[in-house]
């Protein structure tokens, strides 16, 4: 009778961290635009634009993923949700690094919250998103990436799956578009 009660208080809370790519990374637009083999310096100049303005005001284009207990999710066009181990402490392995954007640098890693959620709870919650709201073939660069994601998986994590339904009410909750 009390099982589920005393399994839930067994189990140890962890992180879920946000990792933040630049995929207009300013020294990286600096390099191509000095680089005598770039045939066409305008998209570097354009890059190094973008980059410059809109760095500081804090926009700009970034890839993110979350890592939480020991694994990194993520959401790319043609590949859909992954997952990969995540070291522990942070950082990068080869596979995670494989996922990436080529043009995709380091920015920050973010704590955005805890999760109690059991690694059964997390895969089923990322089987779910990959059947109604992620699969690889549903990318869109401006209305379901790999940001509406993590911002959908993180909430689940934190909040609770429930933030992956319809209210009922005919408003969307986070991640449906």
């Known amino acids: 009778l009390n099982q589920p009660f005393t399994l839930r208080h067994q189990l140890t809370m962890d992180n879920v961290t946000l990792h933040i790519y630049d995929l207009l990374p300013e020294s990286r637009s ?4 000095q680089s005598p083999s770039s045939s066409s310096s305008q998209p570097s100049r354009a890059s190094k634009f973008f980059s410059g303005l809109l760095s500081p005001l804090g926009f700009g284009a970034y890839h993110t993923c979350i890592d939480v207990r020991g694994s990194r999710y993520q ?16 950082g990068e392995t080869a596979e995670s690094l494989r996922l990436l954007p080529p043009n995709g640098a380091y920015r920050e890693s973010i704590i955005l919250g805890q999760t109690w959620c059991t690694q059964a709870e997390i895969n089923a919650t990322i089987q ?39 209210n009922g009410k005919g408003s969307k909750k986070i991640g449906q578009v």
């Open 128 to 166: 779910r998103m990959k059947e109604e709201k992620f699969p690889g073939d549903n990318y869109h660069l401006a209305n379901r990436n790999c940001n509406h994601f993590s911002e959908t998986f993180a909430m689940a994590l934190i909040l609770g799956s429930d933030m992956l339904e319809d």
């Open 30 to 33: 600096q390099q191509q635009s």
């Open 75 to 90: 959401f790319g066009a043609n590949i859909g949700i992954t997952r990969t181990s995540s070291p522990p402490g942070g």
